[in-house]
T-cell receptor
Framework: GAGVSQTPSNKVTEKGKYVELRCDPISGHTALYWYRQSLGQGPEFLIYFQGTGAADDSGLPNDRFFAVRPEGSVSTLKIQRTERGDSAVYLC??????????????FGEGSRLTVL | GESVGLHLPTLSVQEGDNSIINCAYSNSASDYFIWYKQESGKGPQFIIDIRSNMDKRQGQRVTVLLNKTVKHLSLQIAATQPGDSAVYFCAEMWGGGADGLTFGKGTHLIIQP
């Protein structure tokens, strides 16, 4: 499809394990964002890429979280030594150049992470 | 810290009635506001936006009102339909917005038949 694609849609893991979540943005969207959404809450900003570089990673909660976007398209969010508190839906969004003029982010359906 | 919030977590309306969803913000530097709709199991979807130099903006069946004096934002949905059932988030942006948006907690809109 033409939308933002996230895989896996669901991931169940055990505490302490390593997890990777993938995001494939809309073609031509240079900006990519990761958000985390806990149950009953709004999305919480994690990191923003403009091209290949992380323009702002101030939302990453700690050094167990890391994200890459090596070729300026697909991005991977990596979580080390997962904890139960990491359980949430991880949303990826992309936007056209000039996002600041429209505010329109295009979100994927999210990856639901459950840490047992 | 978090500055965008909503007054009511759940709003129930009759099909065909108008809905009003409210949002308060505390950052006076915010200059751009956006409403998103999130259906169950899906990502948020852009509905409408408004800049701080405007008081009102209309879209298809939706109107956003901005009151900068009291730092209040509302989304009005006319003639609500079953497909309007969702969680609605207001989000704010300031300083160019390159870091994305700050979302509030959301209001769950329930449409009664």
């Amino acid at each position: 499809g033409a939308g933002v694609s996230q895989t896996p849609s669901n991931k169940v893991t055990e505490k302490g394990k390593y997890v990777e979540l993938r995001c494939d943005p809309i073609s031509g969207h240079t900006a990519l964002y990761w958000y985390r959404q806990s149950l009953g809450q709004g999305p919480e900003f994690l990191i923003y890429f403009q091209g290949t570089g992380a323009a702002d990673d101030s939302g990453l909660p700690n050094d167990r979280f890391f994200a890459v976007r090596p070729e300026g398209s697909v991005s991977t969010l990596k979580i080390q030594r997962t904890e139960r508190g990491d359980s949430a839906v991880y949303l990826c969004a992309s936007s056209l150049p000039g996002f600041a003029n429209t505010g329109e982010l295009f979100f994927g359906e999210g990856s639901r992470l459950t840490v047992l | 810290g978090e500055s965008v919030g909503l007054h009511l977590p759940t709003l129930s309306v009759q099909e065909g009635d108008n809905s009003i969803i409210n949002c308060a913000y505390s950052n006076s530097a915010s200059d751009y506001f956006i409403w998103y709709k999130q259906e169950s199991g899906k990502g948020p979807q852009f509905i409408i936006d408004i800049r701080s130099n405007m008081d009102k903006r209309q879209g298809q069946r939706v109107t956003v009102l901005l009151n900068k004096t009291v730092k209040h934002l509302s989304l009005q949905i006319a003639a609500t339909q079953p497909g309007d059932s969702a969680v609605y988030f207001c989000a704010e942006m300031w300083g160019g917005g390159a870091d994305g948006l700050t979302f509030g907690k959301g209001t769950h809109l329930i449409i009664q038949p």
